[in-house]
Protein backbone atom coordinates (compact mmCIF):
# COMPACT_ATOMS: atom_id res chain seq x y z
CA UNK A 1 0.00 0.00 0.00
CA UNK A 2 1.03 3.47 -1.05
CA UNK A 3 1.67 5.63 2.00
CA UNK A 4 1.98 9.20 1.93
CA UNK A 5 5.25 10.95 3.07
CA UNK A 6 4.53 13.74 5.47
CA UNK A 7 6.79 15.98 7.19
CA UNK A 8 5.12 17.31 11.00
CA UNK A 9 6.30 21.06 11.76
CA UNK A 10 6.59 21.47 15.34
CA UNK A 11 7.84 24.39 17.62
CA UNK A 12 7.76 22.92 21.48
CA UNK A 13 6.83 19.46 22.83
CA UNK A 14 4.76 18.30 19.86
CA UNK A 15 1.81 16.41 22.00
CA UNK A 16 -0.34 16.52 18.21
CA UNK A 17 3.18 15.12 16.85
CA UNK A 18 3.04 12.36 19.38
CA UNK A 19 -0.38 11.49 18.17
CA UNK A 20 0.58 11.92 14.65
CA UNK A 21 3.68 9.43 15.02
CA UNK A 22 1.42 6.95 17.15
CA UNK A 23 -1.50 6.79 14.16
CA UNK A 24 1.27 6.07 11.97
CA UNK A 25 2.58 3.36 13.55
CA UNK A 26 -0.54 1.48 12.11
CA UNK A 27 0.88 -0.17 8.21
CA UNK A 28 -2.78 0.63 6.81
CA UNK A 29 -2.38 4.74 7.87
CA UNK A 30 -2.18 6.11 4.99
CA UNK A 31 0.02 8.70 5.89
CA UNK A 32 3.94 7.64 6.54
CA UNK A 33 5.86 10.33 9.51
CA UNK A 34 9.27 10.70 7.36
CA UNK A 35 10.24 13.67 8.65
CA UNK A 36 9.48 16.21 11.95
CA UNK A 37 10.98 19.48 11.72
CA UNK A 38 11.11 22.49 13.99
CA UNK A 39 12.18 26.32 13.98
CA UNK A 40 13.64 25.44 17.39
CA UNK A 41 16.57 22.81 17.99
CA UNK A 42 15.79 23.04 21.47
CA UNK A 43 12.07 21.57 20.63
CA UNK A 44 11.58 19.17 23.38
CA UNK A 45 9.43 17.01 20.07
CA UNK A 46 12.78 16.79 18.42
CA UNK A 47 14.22 13.99 20.72
CA UNK A 48 10.67 12.33 21.05
CA UNK A 49 10.77 11.79 17.12
CA UNK A 50 14.25 10.46 17.11
CA UNK A 51 13.33 8.34 20.14
CA UNK A 52 10.61 6.61 17.65
CA UNK A 53 12.96 6.33 14.88
CA UNK A 54 12.10 9.34 12.75
CA UNK A 55 14.17 11.50 10.98
CA UNK A 56 14.86 15.57 12.62
CA UNK A 57 15.73 18.50 11.11
CA UNK A 58 15.57 21.57 12.60
CA UNK A 59 16.47 25.04 11.38
CA UNK A 60 16.81 28.02 13.26
CA UNK A 61 14.69 31.01 12.48
CA UNK A 62 16.74 33.43 14.69
CA UNK A 63 19.53 33.70 12.47
CA UNK A 64 17.60 34.55 9.65
CA UNK A 65 15.97 37.63 11.46
CA UNK A 66 13.15 39.33 9.61
CA UNK A 67 14.13 37.50 6.27
CA UNK A 68 11.72 34.81 6.64
CA UNK A 69 11.68 34.19 2.89
CA UNK A 70 15.54 32.57 3.09
CA UNK A 71 14.38 30.83 5.98
CA UNK A 72 11.17 28.90 3.97
CA UNK A 73 13.71 28.53 1.03
CA UNK A 74 16.02 26.09 3.23
CA UNK A 75 12.42 24.42 4.82
CA UNK A 76 11.09 23.96 1.11
CA UNK A 77 14.52 22.44 -0.11
CA UNK A 78 14.74 20.28 2.49
CA UNK A 79 11.04 18.67 2.16
CA UNK A 80 11.96 18.97 -1.74
CA UNK A 81 15.10 16.69 -1.21
CA UNK A 82 13.35 13.98 1.35
CA UNK A 83 10.31 13.39 -0.93
CA UNK A 84 7.95 14.71 1.35
CA UNK A 85 4.21 15.12 0.15
CA UNK A 86 2.06 16.53 3.19
CA UNK A 87 3.06 18.71 5.88
CA UNK A 88 1.06 18.71 8.95
CA UNK A 89 2.07 21.87 11.66
CA UNK A 90 1.77 20.86 14.93
CA UNK A 91 1.83 23.38 17.08
CA UNK A 92 4.21 25.48 14.63
CA UNK A 93 4.23 28.83 15.82
CA UNK A 94 5.92 30.61 13.00
CA UNK A 95 3.12 32.10 10.91
CA UNK A 96 4.30 30.96 6.90
CA UNK A 97 4.51 33.88 4.18
CA UNK A 98 3.23 33.53 0.76
CA UNK A 99 5.92 31.52 -0.99
CA UNK A 100 5.68 29.05 1.13
CA UNK A 101 2.38 28.56 1.97
CA UNK A 102 1.93 28.98 -2.07
CA UNK A 103 4.44 26.08 -2.49
CA UNK A 104 3.07 23.44 -0.46
CA UNK A 105 -1.07 24.88 -1.76
CA UNK A 106 -3.00 21.47 -0.69
CA UNK A 107 -0.59 20.32 0.96
CA UNK A 108 -0.74 21.48 4.07
CA UNK A 109 -2.59 21.20 6.72
CA UNK A 110 -2.60 22.10 10.32
CA UNK A 111 -4.29 22.39 13.69
CA UNK A 112 -5.94 24.71 15.44
CA UNK A 113 -7.47 25.41 18.82
CA UNK A 114 -10.80 26.82 18.46
CA UNK A 115 -13.83 25.95 16.44
CA UNK A 116 -12.44 28.15 12.98
CA UNK A 117 -13.50 31.00 11.99
CA UNK A 118 -14.36 31.54 15.39
CA UNK A 119 -11.29 32.89 17.14
CA UNK A 120 -7.88 32.04 14.52
CA UNK A 121 -4.54 33.37 16.00
CA UNK A 122 -3.27 33.24 19.81
CA UNK A 123 -5.77 32.64 22.87
CA UNK A 124 -8.02 31.08 21.54
CA UNK A 125 -9.57 29.34 24.97
CA UNK A 126 -9.35 32.82 26.81
CA UNK A 127 -11.22 34.20 23.97
CA UNK A 128 -14.28 31.73 24.26
CA UNK A 129 -14.15 31.85 28.26
CA UNK A 130 -14.59 35.82 27.94
CA UNK A 131 -17.52 35.27 25.42
CA UNK A 132 -19.17 33.35 27.48
CA UNK A 133 -19.08 30.74 24.59
CA UNK A 134 -21.32 27.01 25.36
CA UNK A 135 -18.56 25.38 23.33
CA UNK A 136 -15.03 25.39 22.26
CA UNK A 137 -13.18 22.72 19.93
CA UNK A 138 -10.48 22.33 17.55
CA UNK A 139 -10.24 22.66 13.78
CA UNK A 140 -8.10 20.72 10.68
CA UNK A 141 -7.66 22.87 7.94
CA UNK A 142 -5.67 23.18 5.16
CA UNK A 143 -3.27 25.94 5.02
CA UNK A 144 -3.79 29.31 3.09
CA UNK A 145 -2.46 32.91 3.15
CA UNK A 146 -4.42 33.91 5.85
CA UNK A 147 -4.15 33.13 9.17
CA UNK A 148 -6.07 30.01 10.15
CA UNK A 149 -8.44 31.07 7.35
CA UNK A 150 -7.94 27.30 5.09
CA UNK A 151 -10.96 24.88 4.56
CA UNK A 152 -12.25 23.00 7.12
CA UNK A 153 -10.89 18.99 7.07
CA UNK A 154 -12.58 18.43 10.46
CA UNK A 155 -13.79 19.63 13.99
CA UNK A 156 -14.26 18.45 17.33
CA UNK A 157 -16.63 20.02 19.46
CA UNK A 158 -16.37 20.13 23.52
CA UNK A 159 -18.56 21.68 26.19
CA UNK A 160 -17.60 24.64 27.94
CA UNK A 161 -18.36 23.79 31.55
CA UNK A 162 -19.34 26.21 34.64
CA UNK A 163 -16.04 26.92 36.38
CA UNK A 164 -13.60 26.62 33.65
CA UNK A 165 -10.54 28.08 33.33
CA UNK A 166 -8.31 28.35 30.51
CA UNK A 167 -6.14 25.55 31.66
CA UNK A 168 -9.21 23.06 32.04
CA UNK A 169 -10.46 24.09 29.02
CA UNK A 170 -7.55 23.50 26.86
CA UNK A 171 -6.73 20.24 28.48
CA UNK A 172 -10.02 18.79 27.15
CA UNK A 173 -9.82 20.52 23.23
CA UNK A 174 -6.50 18.69 23.54
CA UNK A 175 -7.56 15.57 24.31
CA UNK A 176 -9.76 15.85 21.00
CA UNK A 177 -7.12 17.53 19.25
CA UNK A 178 -5.56 13.98 19.27
CA UNK A 179 -8.20 12.35 18.20
CA UNK A 180 -9.08 14.71 15.22
CA UNK A 181 -5.61 15.16 13.43
CA UNK A 182 -5.00 11.78 12.87
CA UNK A 183 -8.60 11.09 11.53
CA UNK A 184 -8.09 14.42 9.39
CA UNK A 185 -4.35 13.41 7.77
CA UNK A 186 -5.73 9.64 7.21
CA UNK A 187 -8.34 11.52 5.42
CA UNK A 188 -6.18 14.40 3.75
CA UNK A 189 -3.62 11.02 2.79
CA UNK A 190 -5.79 8.77 1.79
CA UNK A 191 -7.65 11.02 -0.79
CA UNK A 192 -4.17 11.91 -2.69
CA UNK A 193 -3.30 8.05 -3.19
CA UNK A 194 -6.51 7.89 -4.51
CA UNK A 195 -5.81 10.62 -6.83
Known amino acids: MK ?8 SGRGSNMEALIAA ?3 PAYPAEIALVFSNDPQAV ?3 TAVAAGIETLAIDHRPFGKDRAAHEALIDAALRERG ?11 IL ?3 LTGAWAGKMLNIHPSLLPKYPG ?18 V ?3 TEGVDEGPVLGQARVPILSGDDEDA ?3 RVLAQEHKLYPASLAKAAAEMVEG
Open 45 to 47: GLK
Open 84 to 94: IELVALAGYMR
Open 169 to 171: LSA
Open 97 to 99: TPF
Open 141 to 143: HWV
Open 3 to 10: RVKTAVFI
Open 24 to 26: AKD
Open 122 to 139: LHTHARALAAGDLEAGCT
